[in-house]
């Protein structure tokens, strides 16, 4: 199966220039591709998972990934998608993003030796010292104002918010960051989300005009859950990929989250499985949907991908803590990646205490004689075992890893404690 071949497998072409000699050219591998990222926020969110996953296959096809990150556009702002202009970003804040972002694409893609080694431009280095007078003569004139308002980006703006000068140029600035590749880089192919076709197609006609050469384009279909929800977006915000923003386990449980009805589309469109593989997840989930083993097996590959092998089975052993499992087997670091889903209380090395005196002092309970009560009717924890001594002391022998102890109240309500010497 040739690349091309896979990605259509997969469901990721929502649009592409069906030219004979870019089919050609993918088969054969040695194209130079690139997608652009806006460097809105110091992180990346799982909303960019697909164009980085997709540069990743290119390049595992022996293609070779440029990543642009818009320096410069990124202070103007892209309104394709986007219901209002967006607030405009400073040089340190831009500064900032640009760096955080670089660093996590750092860790999706090779950027070593050799042919298909990948590349992070910014596009700042050729557009923030450009004259406009030069610019409008030599790229401005070749985009009439009925071809750039055909665009469905710019269509949809001016019909609803309506769309400023600043960013209704956003389309030329981008076409010219696909010809400034072109030249510099040999890049004849730029891919991006399905909201991009009309800035890609606006740099394949530039280019066109200008070098009477080819270019080419491939799009991925924007996603949105089968329940309607926006893809990427919880309660709380975006699912991000920086850990600080996005704790590693709460990564993970979004994916456990994903819709019966999604699960194949998702393990096609964000993991490296192969397709007969993925078809035999979903036939055996299909069967047992209960066991949710098709979510299980998405976690742990998209977890795996972003933050590694080891942080996804850490996860995995920090849910079956979370869910009243046993400790056996479990490390530290599964224990403070549980830690990061219920308050953490340090407490000077007094042992022993009475266990009464912990879920007081913790607020699990809201009294000591509530605490009595609730030890006796079966619901108090420690170490995720029951408890029902109303008398309990708690001594070294009880601390995990010689410094914690869980406590459970219930089902859900835990609180861990660390002893301090």
Same mark, same amino acid.
């Given at each position: 199966?040739?690349?091309?071949?896979?990605?259509?497998?997969?469901?990721?072409?929502?649009?592409? *220039?069906?030219?004979?000699?870019?089919?050609?050219?993918?088969?054969?591998?040695?194209?130079?591709?690139?997608?652009?990222?806006?460097?809105?926020?110091?992180?990346?969110?799982?909303?960019?998972?697909?164009?980085?996953?997709?540069?990743?296959?290119?390049? %595992?096809?022996?293609?070779?990934?440029?990543?642009?990150?818009?320096?410069?556009?990124?202070?103007?702002?892209?309104?394709?998608?986007?219901?209002?202009?967006?607030?405009?970003?400073?040089?340190?804040?831009?500064?900032?993003?640009?760096?955080?972002? %670089?660093?996590?694409? /750092?860790?999706?893609?090779?950027?070593?030796?050799?042919?298909?080694? &990948?590349?992070?431009?910014?596009?700042?280095?050729?557009?923030?010292?450009?004259?406009?007078?030069?610019?409008?003569?030599?790229?401005?004139?070749?985009?009439?104002?009925?071809?750039?308002?055909?665009?469905?980006?710019?269509?949809?703006?001016?019909?609803? +918010?309506?769309?400023?000068?600043?960013?209704?140029?956003?389309?030329?600035?981008?076409?010219?960051?696909?010809?400034?590749?072109?030249?510099?880089?040999?890049?004849?192919?730029?891919?991006?989300?399905?909201? $991009?076709?009309?800035?890609? *197609? +606006?740099?394949?006609?530039?280019?066109?005009?200008?070098?009477?050469?080819?270019?080419?384009?491939?799009?991925?279909?924007?996603?949105?859950?089968?329940?309607? %929800?926006?893809?990427?977006?919880?309660?709380?915000?975006?699912?991000?990929?920086?850990?600080?923003?996005?704790?590693?386990?709460?990564?993970? $449980?979004?994916?456990?989250?994903?819709?019966?009805?999604?699960?194949?589309?998702?393990?096609?469109?964000?993991?490296?499985?192969?397709?007969?593989?993925?078809?035999?997840?979903?036939? &055996?989930?299909?069967?047992?949907?209960?066991?949710?083993?098709?979510?299980?097996?998405?976690?742990?590959?998209?977890?795996?991908?972003?933050?590694?092998?080891?942080?996804?089975?850490?996860?995995?052993?920090?849910?079956?803590?979370?869910?009243?499992?046993?400790?056996?087997?479990?490390?530290?670091?599964?224990?403070?990646?549980?830690?990061? /889903?219920?308050?953490?209380? /340090?407490?000077?090395?007094?042992?022993?205490?009475?266990?009464?005196?912990?879920?007081?002092?913790?607020?699990?309970?809201?009294?000591?004689?509530?605490?009595?009560?609730?030890?006796?009717?079966?619901?108090?924890?420690?170490?995720?075992?029951?408890?029902?001594?109303?008398?309990?002391?708690?001594?070294?022998?009880?601390?995990?890893? /010689? $410094?914690?102890?869980?406590?459970?109240?219930?089902?859900?309500?835990?609180?861990?404690?660390?002893?301090?010497?």
């Amino acid at each position: 199966m040739t690349l091309y071949e896979d990605l259509n497998a997969r469901g990721l072409v929502h649009d592409v *220039t069906d030219q004979p000699e870019m089919f050609d050219a993918l088969e054969k591998g040695g194209i130079t591709a690139y997608c652009g990222f806006d460097p809105t926020a110091d992180s990346l969110h799982i909303g960019s998972l697909l164009p980085i996953t997709g540069l990743m296959r290119f390049q %595992r096809a022996g293609h070779r990934p440029i990543v642009l990150v818009g320096g410069a556009t990124g202070m103007i702002g892209d309104p394709s998608g986007k219901s209002e202009e967006r607030n405009l970003l400073d040089a340190d804040n831009l500064a900032r993003n640009i760096a955080g972002m %670089r660093a996590q694409l /750092e860790g999706f893609l090779d950027f070593g030796s050799g042919s298909s080694a &990948a590349k992070i431009v910014n596009n700042a280095d050729w557009l923030a010292g450009m004259n406009l007078v030069d610019f409008l003569r030599d790229t401005g004139k070749h985009f009439s104002l009925g071809y750039m308002m055909a665009k469905e980006s710019v269509k949809t703006r001016i019909a609803e +918010a309506g769309i400023s000068f600043t960013e209704f140029s956003y389309m030329i600035l981008q076409a010219y960051d696909f010809l400034h590749l072109f030249d510099g880089e040999g890049c004849t192919l730029q891919i991006g989300g399905s909201d $991009q076709w009309g800035n890609i *197609t +606006a740099g394949i006609e530039l280019i066109r005009r200008v070098r009477g050469k080819a270019a080419y384009g491939i799009t991925f279909p924007l996603i949105t859950t089968s329940d309607g %929800r926006k893809f990427g977006k919880t309660e709380a915000g975006n699912i991000w990929l920086d850990p600080n923003r996005t704790s590693p386990y709460q990564f993970y $449980q979004y994916w456990i989250q994903t819709d019966d009805r999604d699960v194949g589309r998702f393990l096609r469109y964000f993991t490296f499985l192969p397709l007969e593989e993925i078809e035999a997840i979903e036939k &055996a989930h299909l069967a047992q949907p209960e066991k949710r083993e098709g979510q299980r097996r998405l976690a742990w590959e998209v977890t795996a991908l972003v933050h590694g092998e080891e942080a996804a089975e850490s996860n995995i052993r920090a849910a079956q803590i979370l869910f009243g499992g046993s400790l056996d087997g479990v490390t530290e670091r599964d224990l403070l990646t549980a830690a990061t /889903e219920m308050p953490l209380t /340090e407490r000077p090395r007094a042992l022993p205490v009475p266990l009464v005196d912990l879920l007081a002092g913790s607020g699990l309970c809201k009294s000591k004689s509530m605490a009595r009560k609730d030890l006796k009717g079966g619901g108090i924890y420690v170490n995720n075992s029951r408890i029902v001594g109303e008398d309990t002391l708690l001594s070294e022998e009880d601390l995990l890893f /010689e $410094q914690y102890i869980l406590l459970r109240k219930g089902k859900k309500n835990y609180h861990l404690l660390q002893f301090m010497s």
